[in-house]
């Protein structure tokens, strides 16, 4: 059996190398005592070692994920950002949290990681800003993500540790932008603090608009 690691789930996935021959259609239903060809038996390890390892990935997509939408992102301190709302054409509401132009403001949440790296290659724990701003000409944003990570015994008051992205807006007025910054390998069960920050001091960001934060996922 091989060793593989799939993020939250570590698994014993026998690989199968042979995709084999499917059995046609109306000619499925063995006999008592028959044994399916070699190429039938290939044909289903295949897929069931295929189908297991494709589910795994869509939970490590579509489940694993932390997500973090403006009710539940920290704005603490005196340069945060503020909540807000975008009204549609419709007229539905779409919550936000605005990082204004031509200045730093924060947001900040906390999670766990979650991605296992006892077993297989080390991961790196990303962080992905889900954004728009009103403008339609593209420009540049540019984030700083700070992060602590914090197992049992560490100090959750340590200085955080600092990583810089710059990202290209959409021409579209609040297109949806999705910015993705790679932490390095952390451990699974860290206790980890992440502060999204705006900076629209930098040279190279010139956002004329305040970045609307729709969602942040740490993954």
């Known amino acids: ?11 014993h996935l026998t690989a ?4 084999g021959t ?3 259609a109306l000619s499925r239903d063995f006999a008592a005592g028959q044994e399916p060809t070699a190429e039938e038996f290939d044909y289903h390890f295949y897929y069931v070692q295929k189908d297991i390892s494709d589910l795994i990935d869509a939970i490590d997509t579509w489940i694993s994920p932390q997500l973090f939408r403006p009710e539940a992102i920290e704005l603490v301190g005196d340069d945060a950002g503020t909540f807000d709302i975008l009204t549609a054409v419709d007229g539905r509401v779409i919550p936000t949290i605005t990082l204004a132009a031509s ?14 790296n006892a077993v297989g290659t080390p991961t790196k724990t990303k962080v992905r800003i889900r954004w728009s701003t009103a403008g339609t000409i593209s420009q540049t944003a540019v984030f700083n993500i700070k992060y602590l990570a914090a197992g049992d015994g560490d100090n959750m008051l340590a200085a955080t540790s600092t990583l810089q992205k ?14 993705e910054v790679e932490l390095i390998v952390l451990t699974q069960g860290e206790s980890l603090n992440i502060i999204v920050e705006h900076d629209g001091t930098d040279p190279a960001d010139n956002i004329d608009n305040a970045v609307c934060i729709h969602m942040i996922e740490v993954i």
Request: hydrophobic share 35%; net charge negative; charged share 25%.
């Open 1 to 11: 059996m091989s060793q593989d690691s799939k993020y939250l789930l570590d698994v």
């Open 16 to 19: 199968w190398e042979t995709i």
């Open 22 to 24: 499917e059995t046609a």
């Open 103 to 116: 200045s730093k403001e924060v947001c900040s949440v906390n999670a766990i990681v979650r991605k296992n």
């Open 166 to 179: 710059q990202a290209s807006d959409s021409t579209v007025s609040h297109g949806r932008v999705t910015t």
